[in-house]
């Protein structure tokens, strides 16, 4: 029987994880399929799924981009365990495409 060891994997930040802040609405699924670390990302609220690329890792974070197509929004994200089970770091940050309009200055 063939025995699959999985080198640097981050293999405490599988799992599904939200975050505890109260507005924050992403939920993140780190799975490790055929050998592969694979992210899926939504609103858990609404269930919009987020397009996920870029993914990076180590034994001790996961990052990746997200995009969310009903704000236009871009993110950011890393995941980085914390020596605990069932918590782990994240650091997020995200472009917000809008628009502007010139203004005459007197």
């Known amino acids: ?15 599904v994880w939200r975050s505890d802040e109260d507005d924050a609405r992403s939920e993140y699924r780190v799975q490790i399929r055929g050998g592969q670390l694979s992210v899926s990302a939504r609103d858990y609220v609404d269930g919009e799924p987020y397009v996920i690329s870029n993914i990076l890792y180590d034994s001790q974070r996961v990052e990746f981009d997200t995009f969310m197509a009903s704000t236009s929004r871009v993110g950011h994200v890393t995941l980085i365990t914390t020596g605990s089970v069932n918590r782990a770091e994240i650091r997020f940050t995200f472009t917000d495409v809008g628009h502007m309009t010139r203004h005459q200055v007197d």
């Open 1 to 15: 029987m063939a025995e699959v060891v999985h080198f640097n994997m981050p293999m405490a930040l599988v799992g």
